[in-house]
């Protein structure tokens, strides 16, 4: 075979090799106003709808709300402002607690937290959106390309079979001999061409896999309870961190106990107004159904509400675990969720849009590193941003005074060390 | 003049060729190849064909690892979390290690319903946060397999009795109360000193019973000494901080005797130099073996262990400044004249102590304190103490009593009179002959399984409780974990059987309550751990009323001849409570190195006159024959008609005619897997004089013929001839001559630390072609003051129970196994010419220096060991394939090799027995038990068979305080993260923290001790992260520099000692 039959072959190949692009972006929508109220309000108030505490929608229309002077007299020191206020010692009687105080809450916090309560209270709002959600562009120019592609390889074949039948005819007529033709699976070009192929794509498959060994990407096991996120975190928004407090403290964020689970469920007795539920499969879920499954763990009766108290409860749930790390993984929740300040859906993903929950990141150690690599760390780059514990980090001070750096990222203070995970 | 040599072993002082040898190799092991019959890989039997077989069945075994499927794994919350617990974090608890009268003040890290280690308590004034290795250790007791785990009773007579279950407390109580009633006679509690106010008050509210305190090692001498010269029946506070001048008479004070973490924290803190004025305390030690203590002195004087009382005679004679009369060898006599003459100048600042229980030697030893006026300085009589407090008459009187057949019924708690009464069988005997016996033992000791109800008592872990160690001083003991198994306090009981119904929990807090009139006092104490109080107490005064007949019993006592037995304990094992402890087990002896048993230690001429090795001046070969192989010279010890056959281990520093045994060991088997078939009991030894136990004799040795294993650790790992490892130094010399060591430093700077113009030197940079490494934020770096640290381990233990290191057992040490992060190399200093004129010893720690140019990162060929940018040398587990290159590079020798599965956490289960290994050792399954792992550290990898381990700085401490500074929002502070050794010091001589941070504690001890400080093997330039202050003996000897740029005093190199001059020996 001469080498511009060969060289015709390699375009061939190479033609045929397209890669598909897709451009992934985030949508990041989160006011200010939102994280505060999430931080903050969600556990107990919801915007539209009556919680531990009243829904929010349309609070400037009652009593003196609409000046925020009140509003935040009211929020940093409840106990005082109620004392000489007999709408809020209104509220108390009909909620039956008083509410928390949030002394560190500003004015401009409370703009911010009544902005967010009016955007959300509007009619037809918009569908939550999460920072993990994934907006996908460009899914028509992939089928383009790869129309074209296809067009280009069948044109390639085409004119590589015109070019031979015309040499074969010019050789006839000049009455050059040619060799009797190799029928293609004879031939040791396509062999070895196909050959090394099949080579690299099944030593790539079998490291795939070895590599893969052990990780439950997309595990999403069937719970005792269905118990679902996207009803509690999304469309209640109740925050993360009302059931997973110790992720703020402590290595792990902790499945919560049923009497963090009967602090509301106690009162919420049926699942009626939010939408129909499905599992995986498909089926529907009767979500009062499930609420009873909790009762039976509970011990609670619900025709007798206030006669139950946590000591009553029968049994923890035995919950299976989804998001598994080997034995020699430190991972500390309190580290990347208080210190860092990493949102949880960065690595749970659209966690407030899950029915069932599942494992959304390989949790393999490329992804860590990964992330230790782009992230910023909370640094400290003047007095009032970030953690105080950098401020010991001179070297960086001085090199982000002089130019020479600009963020501070995790890889930049030993991220990417082994003994930051492995001891 | 004189060489001056530092040696660990007795290959090294001598400078054997096949100790040169030996030392070659990290790891003395030829590879286990199988197979290949010593020819080289390429003439083994069936190399290619083993290779296959080997590929083979690994693929197999990844194919069919790979098909198996994940387990499901549930995560199981609480039903009801309680309040302030999260899971994941640990909570401390205050309490108290209370064991035969010893009360240190703890607190108890729990994990998730765990309690996981012990620190010391630093709200206690007394032991300062201090621990020793046996309180580190007790957490592990807690989780051991061969506790008593129900309520028990004998059935059966004679070989048929066994023990069964009493399925409920209700029936046994019934039981025992019904047995009680049967037995008639008296009633009887034998207990070891109990110094908890709340159960003296339930013994004192039971009706007719009799209360007898017996000590395995008993202080009755002491205690009828002082209540002979009018202190009354106690014991007083020492302030060993307050003594300029310490002397001591064959008391261990440091590693058994009375109060060891108490002590050798006052004891430590008069021996912390400040350069800028240099002065310390000065040591005295009169001894017949080498002690722990005695292994500190500055100056150390041997006399046989009968001539102790003779000894005190004679100071006492030489501190009224008549000379030291009655002591014709000439040493010794100068030594007591040296130490009177210190005494006598540093009056009211000078402390005499005693090891003797012999009431007439302590009688002398109070006048000599009465002479120095070291009562209301030294001793303190208003702050008696009650660590000890059985009266040996008491006991004997019990026994003759038992033996009459006048008791009843027995109550034992604490004590373990058949194993460590020097008259066991007559005790078992005398036993026999009472109607009821109760054991509230925890485990199956010696004595409980001669009984016939056991109700096992909680660890003190799982009890409420309370120690009053000094008068005024409370200390609550409070649960730290709900009862394991069917156990019960043994006060429980008392309050059953006198009639009170409420369990020792009620008791015990409307006790305090009443006492302290407030539950909110009671809450405090509670949580503070300590309450010390100040007590009128009546510190009595001295009478000498007793002192001449004293004198008269003790110069009118034959003189002894031939060989003399001493029964000293070790700070691991004590009288026998640490036996069952793997830990402890594991743990070598401070003076001997040796672990898991004990041996007879004896002097260089007795090994060379009795059994023919020379260690003096022998030859190479005899010398090898005795150091290298674990295998010892048996002798048998003769006491009477009693006979005992142990090896012998041949220490410098011993009186020539006298061996020294360790009490504790030879324990029931049914103790455990642990301390069964580990050591002899020397108990037998022991005697009674008419003047109460006595701890010492005369015996006869001889040459047994046969050789045993003794698993020493101390010669497996050796410098191969480097200088600057240890330096030591006198006080003169220090003040003479100061800078030795920034001399030395300058030298090398000057030498390899030029800048390519030559202008400007810096040894860091420019004596490496490696770059070097930056620490933008913190730097952690350790200090050791080997001035401070006597050896006692309790770092060690601490080790193993923080960072999970494995316990490999004897015939793993004997292999040079030991897995040990942290060990405490101790040199003996002698001179070159005569190895057993012992002047001294140097204990150093020593553990991963976490180099900045660290040889073992080079080396691995994985990169599983590397720098981080705090200045630590990581150690990946996962990523180690067990090359061990970096060991063998490793000139510290710090790294260790998992050789087997030590943990059990390979996932193939059988490997912990296989043909490479062999089997291990029964301990190694018991700490695989899963009772035994719940004391892992959950926050630490377990290692697995193959990889190398080392010390991390306790990484996972560090990270937990840099998480605590973060979630504050606020920079690190100093001493908010601490190592685990450094928080078991009672010494506190371990410093760590941030270099970074000129303000902490790190920066100025090494700032503040520029003439101390040093790094080991700073000339290979391997840049340790961990430095040492020498070791300073305080004597007036004045060791001369040859030459300054010459490295100093070290072993290999030689320094000129010249007498001091009259001006130098009175600083």
Redesign the interface.
């Known amino acids: 075979m001469s080498t511009k039959q060969f060289s015709t072959h390699l375009i061939f190949f190479l033609s045929s090799f397209l890669f598909f692009s897709v451009t992934i972006s985030n949508a990041q929508d989160a006011g200010a106003g939102k994280t505060i109220f999430m931080s903050k309000c969600a556990s107990c108030h919801n915007v539209l709808k009556k919680g531990t505490g009243p829904a929010l929608a349309g609070l400037e229309e009652r009593h003196k709300w609409a000046d925020h002077k009140e509003l935040l007299a009211w929020i940093n020191n409840p106990a005082a402002y109620m004392a000489k206020d007999p709408y809020t010692q209104g509220l108390k009687a009909e909620y039956g607690s008083m509410m928390t105080a949030f002394a560190d809450v500003t004015l401009q916090d409370v703009d911010n937290i009544v902005a967010y309560v009016n955007e959300a209270a509007k009619p037809a709002p918009a569908p939550a959106a999460g920072s993990g959600e994934v907006v996908e562009e460009g899914g028509g120019n992939s089928i383009f390309f790869g129309v074209i592609s296809l067009l280009l390889g069948v044109i390639a074949l085409i004119l590589m079979q015109v070019n031979s039948n015309l040499r074969k005819l010019s050789d006839q007529a000049e009455g050059v001999k040619t060799p009797a033709g190799i029928p293609f699976w004879r031939n040791k070009t396509y062999i070895t061409l196909i050959s090394i192929c099949l080579f690299v794509f099944g030593g790539y498959m079998v490291a795939k896999?070895?590599i893969g060994?052990?990780r439950?990407k997309d595990y999403q096991?069937v719970q005792p309870i269905y118990y679902s996120h996207k009803v509690h975190a999304g469309i209640n928004q109740i925050n993360c961190l009302y059931c997973h407090g110790?992720a703020?403290?402590?290595?792990?964020a902790?499945?919560?106990?049923?009497?963090?689970c009967m602090n509301c469920h106690k009162a919420i007795q049926a699942y009626e107004k939010g939408p129909k539920l499905f599992d995986e499969e498909g089926n529907e879920i009767d979500g009062t159904a499930e609420i009873q499954k909790l009762y039976e763990?509970a011990g609670f009766d619900p025709d007798q509400p206030n006669k139950w108290d946590?000591?009553m409860?029968?049994?923890?749930?035995?919950?299976?675990?989804i998001h598994?790390l080997?034995?020699?993984v430190?991972f500390?929740h309190?580290?990347h969720v208080?210190?860092g300040k990493v949102q949880c859906q960065s690595c749970h993903g659209a966690i407030n849009e899950m029915g069932e929950v599942k494992q959304v990141a390989d949790l393999s150690m490329g992804w860590c590193i990964n992330c230790h690599r782009e992230s910023n760390v909370q640094f400290n780059y003047d007095s009032t941003k970030g953690?105080?514990?950098?401020?010991?980090?001179?070297?960086?001070h001085n090199d982000l005074k002089a130019g020479k750096m600009d963020s501070i990222k995790v890889k930049?203070?030993?991220g990417l060390?082994?003994?930051?995970c492995?001891? | 003049m004189s060489q001056k040599k530092y040696w660990q072993s007795f290959g090294e002082v001598n400078e054997s060729e096949s100790f040169k040898q030996q030392n070659q190799d990290e790891f003395r092991e030829e590879l286990p190849f199988e197979g290949m019959d010593n020819k080289g890989l390429l003439d083994a039997t069936a190399p290619r064909r083993d290779f296959l077989k080997y590929l083979g069945f690994s693929t197999a075994a990844a194919t069919l690892a790979a098909s198996c499927k994940i387990p499901v794994k549930k995560a199981i919350p609480f039903a009801n979390r309680p309040e302030n617990i999260i899971p994941g974090v640990a909570q401390y608890y205050a309490t108290t290690f209370v064991q035969e009268g010893d009360v240190v003040p703890v607190l108890a890290k729990v994990r998730d319903g765990r309690p996981i280690k012990i620190e010391g308590n630093d709200r206690c004034a007394f032991t300062g946060g201090g621990t020793s290795a046996r309180v580190q250790a007790s957490v592990l007791d807690l989780y051991d397999t061969h506790r008593l785990r129900f309520p028990q009773q004998k059935v059966g007579n004679g070989e048929e009795a066994r023990f069964e279950e009493v399925p409920t407390y209700e029936q046994m109580d019934k039981l025992v109360a019904d047995a009680i009633k049967a037995a008639g006679g008296s009633t009887v509690l034998l207990t070891s000193t109990l110094n908890s106010p709340s159960t003296k008050a339930i013994i004192a509210a039971y009706p007719g019973i009799r209360h007898v305190q017996y000590d395995a090692v008993s202080f009755s001498g002491m205690l009828l000494a002082n209540e002979a010269t009018g202190f009354g029946r106690r014991l007083p506070s020492y302030e060993f901080g307050a003594a300029k001048v310490i002397v001591s008479l064959g008391a261990d004070f440091l590693g058994s005797w009375l109060s060891p973490v108490e002590f050798a924290k006052g004891y430590t803190a008069g021996r912390k130099i400040d350069e800028k004025n240099p002065s310390m305390s000065k040591h005295y030690q009169f001894e017949g073996y080498l002690s722990l203590t005695g292994a500190s002195a500055d100056e150390r004087f041997v006399c046989r262990p009968s001539e102790t009382g003779l000894v005190a005679l004679a100071l006492l004679s030489a501190v009224s400044g008549k000379g030291a009369e009655g002591i014709k060898d000439a040493k010794l006599k100068a030594g007591i004249e040296k130490a009177a003459a210190d005494l006598r100048k540093n009056t009211g600042a000078s402390l005499v102590v005693c090891g003797s229980n012999d009431t007439n030697t302590q009688v002398v030893v109070n006048a000599i304190n009465q002479a120095i006026g070291a009562y209301g300085k030294t001793i303190d009589w208003g702050k008696p103490v009650n660590y000890r407090a059985g009266i040996d008459a008491d006991f004997e009187q019990l026994v003759k009593d038992m033996e009459a057949g006048s008791v009843g019924t027995l109550l034992v708690y604490g004590a373990n009179p058949v194993y460590t009464y020097h008259n066991a069988a007559a005790f078992k005997t005398a036993l026999k002959k009472i109607k009821t016996t109760v054991s509230f033992s925890e485990r199956l000791d010696e004595t409980t399984e001669c009984c016939q109800f056991i109700l096992p008592s909680n660890h003190y872990l799982e009890s409420w409780g309370d120690a009053s160690p000094k008068a005024g001083v409370t200390s609550f003991i409070q649960p730290t974990i709900y009862p394991l198994f069917k156990t019960r306090a043994f006060q429980t009981s008392l309050l059953k059987w006198s009639g009170n119904d409420n369990s020792y929990e009620e008791y015990f807090k409307q006790y305090w309550i009443g006492q302290l009139g407030a539950e909110d006092a009671f809450n405090t104490i509670l949580q503070e751990g300590i309450q010390d109080k100040a007590l009128p107490v009546s510190a009595g005064s001295y009478s000498s009323t007793a002192l001449a007949a004293a004198a008269q019993a003790i110069t009118t006592a034959a003189a002894v001849t031939g060989t003399e037995i001493v029964l000293y304990q070790k700070a691991s094992i004590g009288t026998g409570t640490g036996a069952t402890n793997p830990w402890l087990q594991e743990l070598p002896d401070g003076v001997s190195k040796a672990s898991w048993g004990n041996y007879a230690l004896v002097s260089m001429t007795m090994a060379k006159e009795l059994l023919g090795v020379n260690l003096i001046d022998g030859t190479e070969k005899e010398i090898n024959n005795y150091e290298f192989y674990p295998l010892k010279p048996v002798i048998k010890i003769t006491m009477g008609g009693k006979e005992m056959e142990l090896p012998v281990l041949a220490v410098p520093g011993m009186q020539s005619n006298t061996i020294a045994v360790a009490l504790g060991y030879g324990r029931s088997e049914k103790l455990g897997r642990t301390c069964a078939g580990v050591g002899k009991n020397a108990y037998i030894f022991t005697s009674q004089t008419g003047n109460g136990v006595s701890y010492q004799g005369i015996v006869t040795v001889a040459d047994a013929g046969r050789k045993e294993k003794v698993a020493q650790s101390q010669i497996h790992n050796t410098y191969d001839d480097r200088v600057e490892v240890v330096r030591e130094t006198t006080l003169a010399t220090l003040v003479k001559h100061p800078t030795v060591i920034p001399d030395y430093r300058n030298h090398l700077e000057e030498t390899y630390g030029k800048s390519k113009d030559g202008k400007t030197t810096d040894y860091r940079s420019e004596g490496t072609l490696y770059p070097t490494h930056v620490q933008p934020g913190i730097k952690w770096g350790m200090n050791i003051d080997m001035n401070a640290c006597y050896g006692c381990g309790a770092c060690v233990v601490a080790c193993h129970a923080e960072n999970n290191v494995p316990v490999v057992g004897k015939s793993e040490v004997l292999r040079y196994h030991d897995m040990h992060w942290l060990r405490i190399d101790r040199y003996f200093v002698s001179d070159a010419t005569n190895p057993d004129e012992l002047k001294g010893v140097v204990f150093q720690p020593m553990m991963c220096q976490h180099c900045d140019n660290a040889p073992c990162e080079n080396v691995c060929p994985v990169a599983a060991t590397n720098h981080s940018s705090e200045g630590i040398n990581q150690m990946t587990y996962n990523r180690c394939i067990g090359t061990r290159y970096c060991a063998n590079n490793c000139p510290y020798k710090v790294r260790r090799f998992n050789w087997a599965d030590y943990t059990g956490a390979d996932s193939f289960p059988n490997n912990r027995d296989q043909q490479l290994v062999g089997k291990l050792d029964p301990v190694v399954e018991q700490m695989n038990d899963e009772l035994t792992r719940m004391v892992l550290n959950p926050d630490v990898t377990v290692r697995s068979r193959g990889v190398i381990e080392k010390c991390s700085f306790c990484f996972q401490r560090l990270q937990a305080a840099k998480l605590e500074a973060k979630k504050a929002n606020r920079p690190l502070q100093d001493g908010e993260a601490k190592t685990a050794c450094q928080t078991a010091c009672a010494a506190n001589a371990i410093v760590f923290g941030n270099v970074n941070d000129p303000n902490s504690a790190i920066t100025a001890v090494r700032a503040n001790n520029t003439n101390r400080s040093y790094y080991v093997l700073e000339q290979l330039h391997v840049l340790p992260n961990v430095s040492y202050l020498a070791k300073v003996r305080n004597t007036d000897e004045v060791l001369e520099v040859e030459e300054h740029h010459a490295a100093p005093a070290a072993h290999g190199t030689e320094t000129k000692h010249e007498t001091a001059k009259p001006e130098a020996a009175h600083h």
């Open positions: 896999g070895a060994l052990g439950q096991p110790s703020e403290q402590s290595k792990h902790a499945i919560p106990s049923v009497n963090t763990y946590p000591s409860i029968k049994k923890p749930i035995e919950w299976v675990k598994n080997p034995d020699h430190y500390s309190a580290q208080n210190a953690n105080k514990f950098y401020s010991i980090y001179e070297k960086f930049d203070i030993g060390e082994c003994q930051k492995h001891y």
